[in-house]
Nanobody, 120 residues
Framework: QVQLVESGGGLVQPGGSLRLSCAAS????????MGWYRQAPGKERDLVAV???????RYVDFVKGRFTISRDNAKNTLYLQMNSLKPEDTAVYYC??????????????WGQGTQVTVSS
């Protein structure tokens, strides 16, 4: 089972940008799909973005046009570039290694999460 470690979170002002990274303990090239989730205080953990092994991406509506998911198989690292951040983006962001089958992402291994706070 792959181990995942997120980094790159922090405090940013509204309208700012952050890039999250997720380093895997092994090769991610063979992982069917990887995703980013987020969980705000008192709320459920929600899927934000998915990228397949072939490079296809999926986003939830509330981040489309602002967030970009990418993966570097050579570095065994998943990324989430977040632009035009809003206070409602404040959450703990989690990396996940899973699979994407029949239009649905199935979660697998989790990272420990990284806090993103958007505030002035």
């Amino acid at each position: 089972q792959v181990q995942l470690v997120e980094s790159g979170g922090g405090l940013v002002q509204p309208g700012g940008s952050l890039r999250l990274s997720c380093a895997a303990s092994g090769s991610i090239a063979s992982i069917n799909a990887m995703g980013w989730y987020r969980q705000a205080p008192g709320k459920e953990r929600d899927l934000v973005a998915v990228i397949t092994s072939g490079g296809s991406t999926r986003y939830v509506d509330f981040v489309k046009g602002r967030f970009t998911i990418s993966r570097d198989n050579a570095k065994n690292t998943l990324y989430l570039q977040m632009n035009s951040l809003k206070p409602e983006d404040t959450a703990v962001y989690y990396c996940n290694a899973g699979s994407y089958l029949s239009g649905t992402y199935h979660s697998g291994s989790w990272g420990q999460g990284t806090q993103v706070t958007v505030s002035s």
